[in-house]
């Protein structure tokens, strides 16, 4: 069955509506701020991501990944169900394409026709070009400081280099590409066809209605991928129901219905029987997401590692027959508040521990690295290389405790080739 649009707005108001909604997330989520850090941001320097008030950080890949699987999950299914809907009303391709449309229009409305709209249209369009590119960069680099650098003209060569990299593709596409991406190039398009099923939502031309067609070819004029909608499903529509605005327009005039609408299946036809590939994403899809939130419940707000000292890993001590080894210590502090942490040792009897400080605090979203000293006496050592377990606890939360293991080298000779 067809959804027609009755005493509605008209689906391009509704499309502006969300479009401005889009926009409104879209440039001012940067500027949120969430026990101090943005909101939501992926810092280059540090390689964390800002999430809400969690970090998450480069070493934590596995979120990286499942949110990836999650989101290409997540399209294939929303295409099953609702085709390319995503494309008329939420793109970005699509939405700065309709913004474009309308700012050429204001300057129209300013200056009327000529070379001076010409003109004013194209500097009006690269200062939004800019705009949209600085919230681009904003989700990389904190939009506070960004703005304090452009107001004193001090913005790095990586900053700015962006900024104008940017502007100028976007630019470039808007003025003269604008919805020939969606039918040329956007791999999305051409990928639909396998995602569709006999019941994806799709617009369609009631054919069972041809001859209540006026003729007026509003629905091609109105196109903006320029195809004719009466000719039945093709890649290079978008979704976005002008025309079924346009020939409402049209046919109101008639005291008829629209002959083109949104329908669930293709040209009206509803189809029978399971949805196999809607069950089959819709598995995979909760799968990813039950994985996701266990790694969240169980995500712990540090880790460390221990790694053996590269230039010089292991010498006799000298003193009282013992053997030493050297360590560097990496600890990241996850959380958004300052820990104290405590480092202990075991694995060889009576093995001793050399560090600065022990215990030690690390602040908020930070990490440290020190070097460790581990003295052990060659009679408990029994092995060419002992398993050293180390443990890491917090103090505030004494049953978050992380334990790592490492080898201790006892030296087969001293170093004046003495067997020890």
Sequence with gaps: ???????????????RLVAWMQAAVILGLPFIRVSNESAFRFDVPSLKLYFFGSVVWISEAYFFLLVFLLFFVGVMLFTVLYGRIWCGWACPQTVLSDFTRSLMRASQAIVGTGVC???????????????????????????????????????????GGSLMFFTLLIYLDLAY?????????????????????????????????????????????????????????????????????????????????????????????????????????????????????????VRVPVDFWIINDEAQPYHQAGIGGRSMNVF?????NRSLEQAEYLLSI???????????????????????????????????????????????RDLKAPELKIVRDAPFIYPARSDRGIEI
């Excluded at 004013?120 to 939004?128: D, E, G, K, Y």
């Excluded at 070009?129 to 990586?158: C, D, H, K, N, Q």
């Design 1 to 15: 069955m067809i959804f027609e649009k009755m005493n509605l707005p008209t689906f391009r108001a509704q499309r």
């Design 117 to 159: 709209s010409v003109i004013l249209s194209h500097i009006i369009l690269a200062a939004f070009s800019a705009l949209v590119a600085a919230s681009l960069i904003w989700y990389f680099v904190s939009p506070y400081e960004m703005v304090r650098e452009l107001a004193t003209l001090s913005l790095g060569p990586w900053t």
């Design 177 to 297: 590409v604008r919805q020939t991406f969606c039918s040329s190039v956007c791999p999305y398009a051409r990928l639909q066809s396998a995602f569709f099923d006999h019941k994806t939502l799709t617009i369609a031309f009631d054919t069972t209605r041809t001859d209540e067609c006026l003729g007026c070819e509003a629905c091609v004029k109105t196109c903006p991928s320029n195809i004719d909608i009466r000719d039945g499903l093709q890649v290079d529509c978008i979704n976005c129901a002008a025309c079924i605005d346009a020939c409402g327009a049209m046919t109101g005039e008639a005291r008829k219905k629209p002959l083109i609408g949104y329908t669930f299946g293709s040209r009206g036809e509803t189809g029978k029987g399971p949805r196999p590939r809607v069950i089959g994403l819709s598995a995979v899809f909760a799968l990813f997401a039950v994985l996701f939130a266990y790694q969240i419940y």
């Design 328 to 332: 560097s210590l990496f600890v990241e």
């Design 346 to 392: 075991e694995g060889i009897k009576d093995v001793e521990l050399i560090i600065a400080r022990n215990p030690f605090r690390l602040p908020p979203n930070s990490s440290m690295k020190m070097r460790l000293f581990i003295f052990a006496n060659n009679r408990n050592l029994v092995e060419r290389t002992t398993r050293l377990r180390f443990t890491l």
